[in-house]
């Protein structure tokens, strides 16, 4: 495990040339099918949706999609979804329900886009039926975090059964740059903040809300595209064949326990 | 980006003394709070004592102002009904952040509750129900562990005692002094809501100023039924961000009671006046039965 600060692994996932989901679904699954839609108003291309196989089993791949250059960015809105990206991706994970076919979420973003239409068309409530639904999907769902796990926009794709996050993966309640802001009043103290507030993976291995570390290549993803994505493939293979083979009610018993155990108080 | 969007949530939590649009009305300096009420949607001032007669309502605009939990709940439950639940529960500092402790203990000495939501079970009209009450004069009601916790217990035991669930929701948000455990207690609230929903128990929310963030992204988005108060704010992200992105002027009733009401996720603006019998009528209508007068 590498011994890179957090502001450190900020700047890696920020790195213009970090992997994409785009480039890993080709390098770790066969068959890839994309699905578009949320049937109700449109398609958003921050979230890509579909069906592929792993190890010849098919699984449902939903993703959040960072552009790997500007042309890309403008279609998937940076990796920022509208509600209809996160209504695609439930509509989705119930066609995968039906069908008995495992979940693969990839979350990558800043977080859900904030805009009018996005407000007009209910972006909390979108988010919140997905952390609701996603609960008691009788379906395995697996997330791994591949770069920024912004805030609520990036939980909506990760209420399931397993976490994992690539080593230089953050997953936080907000971003430094924001923390600093509200809580210091001083946005120049974004280095002080992502040193302070635990988003690391090995962090939130402690804090029992990542399950799973998974390496990347020496000095970042960017560095060997190939030996990271194959990385990915293989936890994400016994994964997988684990979860295929719990049973369905004691899988949702753990799931819900996994989130019912997270906090800290006293009484 | 998210950051904006906190930013100016917080910033308009602070503008209930200094509306822009009050502040048009040229000199109001020293005006005393203790005695007057200045509408921070309107910008009319009246005598706090009328206001408080008029149950914290902005006689000019209907502006349904925040309420402490203790005026909540006098207003909601019949007297003498009310049992609370984890009345002592205290937050620990997941990510050590620097004096929050002591801010905790300050807002304590000023809320008279230990955290931002007081939950219990309390008889409502003689209906029988789970409620719980979020105070915005606590940390803006951001929901860290304790929150997260304590509405996640109200709704097992709700589940497990065949009870509706009623929430006034208000909040900033997920509380960012504990890091990502507070990003999680949308998740695990969320849960107990679908266990109780597949339980066949009836949840109202009931939305109140200002219901926005990651509370509104969670359980404040999940009712059978959503209730709103009139003018009051309601939105996942902050009015400022978007008005940045956009480069134009928002309309007035962007992200009000009165907005999600118009796009569909509200079910009805109710009245502070109207609200427990409308309450005790939807627990009537879901065929829930009142304990004995």
């Known amino acids: 495990m590498n011994k890179l600060t957090a502001t450190e692994r900020l700047s890696l996932i920020r790195h213009k040339n970090r992997p994409t989901v785009n480039d890993y679904i080709p390098a770790i699954f066969n068959n890839f099918l994309e699905l578009h839609g949320d049937r109700y108003y449109g398609d958003d291309h921050a979230v890509l949706g579909g069906i592929a196989t792993l190890n010849s089993v098919p699984v449902t791949i939903l993703a959040q999609v960072k552009g790997r250059n500007i042309e890309e960015n403008k279609r998937t809105n940076f990796?920022?979804?509208?509600?209809?990206?996160?209504?695609?991706?439930?509509?989705?994970?119930?066609?995968?329900?039906?069908?008995?076919?495992?979940?693969?979420?990839?979350?990558?973003?800043?977080?859900?886009?904030?805009?009018?239409?996005?407000?007009?068309?209910?972006?909390?409530?979108?988010i919140a039926r997905n952390l609701m639904e996603f609960m008691t999907l009788r379906t395995p769902v697996i997330t791994v975090?591949?770069?920024?796990?912004?805030?609520?926009?990036?939980?909506?794709?990760?209420?399931?059964?397993?976490?994992?996050?690539?080593?230089n993966a953050l997953y936080s309640v907000i971003s430094p740059r924001g923390f600093a802001s509200i809580l210091w009043k001083d946005p120049g103290r974004e280095k002080e903040a992502c040193e302070l507030m635990k988003i690391t993976a090995e962090d939130l291995m402690d804090f029992g809300i990542c399950d799973r570390i998974i390496s990347e290549?020496?000095?970042?993803?960017?560095?060997?595209?190939?030996?990271?994505?194959?990385?990915?493939?293989?936890?994400l293979s016994e994964a997988v064949a684990r979860f295929s083979k719990t049973n369905i009610d004691i899988m949702l018993e753990n799931r819900y326990n996994r989130f019912r155990k997270i906090g800290m108080f006293e009484e | 980006m998210l950051e904006d969007l906190f930013k100016v949530v917080k910033a308009r939590f602070n503008d209930d003394n200094s509306a822009e649009k009050a502040d048009k009305s040229g000199e109001d300096v020293n005006i005393p709070h203790d005695l007057l009420f200045k509408c921070p949607r309107c910008g009319t001032v009246a005598y706090m004592e009328d206001f408080e007669k008029n149950r914290k309502v902005c006689a000019f605009c209907n502006y349904h102002a925040r309420l402490t939990w203790q005026e909540r709940l006098q207003l909601t439950a019949d007297a003498d009904t009310f049992k609370e639940f984890d009345a002592n529960m205290i937050s620990k500092n997941p990510i050590d952040f620097p004096d929050y402790?002591?801010?905790i203990r300050e807002m304590q000495q000023k809320c008279d509750t230990k955290e931002a939501v007081v939950t219990g079970e309390c008889e409502i009209h003689g209906y029988k129900c789970?409620?719980?009450?979020?105070?915005?004069?606590?940390?803006?009601?951001?929901?860290?562990?304790?929150v997260g916790e304590k509405i996640t217990r109200a709704f097992e035991y709700a589940t497990k005692n065949k009870l509706p669930v009623i929430l006034f929701t208000a909040s900033g948000g997920a509380r960012m002094q504990e890091g990502t455990?507070?990003?999680?207690?949308?998740?695990?609230?969320?849960?107990?809501?679908?266990?109780h929903n597949q339980a066949g128990q009836l949840y109202i929310t009931v939305l109140t100023d200002p219901t926005t963030g990651g509370v509104n992204a969670s359980f404040a988005s999940l009712g059978d039924i959503i209730i709103a108060?009139?003018?009051?704010?309601?939105?996942?992200?902050?009015?400022?961000?978007?008005?940045?992105?956009?480069?134009?002027?928002?309309?007035?009733?962007?992200?009000?009671?009165?907005?999600?009401?118009?796009?569909g996720f509200a079910d009805m603006i109710v009245e502070r006046t109207m609200m427990r019998r409308t309450l005790a009528r939807i627990m009537k209508l879901h065929n829930y039965e009142r304990e004995k007068e």
């Open chain 1, 79 to 126: 990796s920022m979804p509208h509600p209809e990206g996160y209504r695609k991706a439930l509509r989705l994970a119930k066609e995968a329900e039906k069908f008995h076919r495992p979940v693969i979420c990839f979350v990558d973003t800043p977080g859900a886009f904030c805009g009018v239409e996005a407000e007009k068309r209910g972006q909390g409530e979108a």
């Open chain 1, 145 to 167: 975090i591949l770069g920024e796990g912004g805030s609520g926009g990036a939980l909506a794709l990760a209420v399931g059964d397993e976490l994992a996050m690539l080593e």
């Open chain 1, 217 to 235: 290549a020496m000095g970042g993803a960017q560095n060997d595209m190939t030996l990271t994505a194959s990385n990915i493939g293989e936890y």
């Open chain 2, 101 to 103: 402790e002591k801010k």
């Open chain 2, 130 to 146: 789970v409620i719980g009450i979020m105070d915005s004069n606590f940390l803006m009601a951001s929901m860290g562990s304790v």
């Open chain 2, 181 to 195: 455990v507070s990003l999680m207690q949308m998740a695990k609230t969320s849960g107990a809501i679908a266990r």
């Open chain 2, 229 to 263: 108060e009139p003018k009051v704010l309601v939105g996942f992200a902050g009015r400022r961000v978007i008005q940045d992105t956009i480069k134009q002027q928002l309309p007035d009733d962007f992200q009000t009671a009165e907005f999600m009401l118009e796009n």
